[in-house]
C-alpha cells in the first residue's frame, strides 16, 4: 500500500489556533495525483493500493459529505482508470451504505482503521459487507499514541496492549471477506499493541486457528 501525499487530503494549510485557516491550493488536485502517480512508474506493476488518507472532515474543514463526495467525483474523472486506488476516512458518521456503495460504483476500496475512535472495524464489516466492492484494506492502528509511546520507550519489540478479543473478531472478518472472494489488505501500527511484528505474527495465528 502506498499513501498518496497529504497535500492532496488537506482541505486548509495546517495552521495553529492563532492564525486564520487557509485553503490548501493542492486539494484533490489531478495534475499533483498525475505527477505522483508517474513518479511511481518503475514499481507500477507492485503496487496493492493507492490510498487516499483523509483527516477527519468536519463542517469547518468540509461543509457535508455530498459536496466532498461531488469533489472526489470531479478528482477520479481526471485521473487514469485501473489504478487501485483507496480511501479512508476519520469520521465514522460518514461510514454508511450510501458511501460504501458509492466506492464500490468507482472500483475504490475502501480502507477501514480501528483506532482514532472510529466504530469498531468487525462491526462495520458485518453490517456493510455486502456492499464492498472486490478488495478492502484494514488497518490496526490504536486509539492513544502518546501513552503507547511512554509506555513503549521506544522499542516497539513487546506486547505491551494485548487485544486477544478484537483480533479474534477481525480475523473471523478477514476470513469471511477472503472465502466470500475479496482481496483484504492488512496493515499494523506499532500503536495497536506495543509491536507491529508481533501483532502481525499472532493475527496469523489466530486465522489459521492457533491462541494468540
Known sequence: MIK?????TRPFHDTSPQETIRPNEFFLD????HAFIASLEPIRSKIGLLMFQFGYLNKRSMESQALFMGKLDRFFQELPQGLPYAI?????AW???DWFTWLTDRHIA???IQGYW??????????????????VSI??????????EIDSGGQWNRIINPRDRELAKIALSIT???ERGRTVFVQVNNHYEGSAPLTIERLRAVIHGADC
Open 110 to 112: 475502501p480502507v477501514l
Open 88 to 92: 479512508e476516512l476519520r469520521n465514522p
Open 139 to 148: 488497518r490496526l492502528h490504536g486509539e492513544d499514541r502518546e501513552e503507547m
Open 118 to 135: 472510529m466504530d469498531d472495524i468487525s462491526q462495520t464489516i458485518e453490517r456493510y459487507e455486502q456492499l464492498f466492492g472486490e478488495t
Open 95 to 97: 461510514l454508511h451504505g
Open 4 to 8: 498518496c501525499p497529504n497535500a492532496l
Open 176 to 178: 469471511t471477506m477472503a
Open 30 to 33: 489531478p495534475s499533483l495525483m
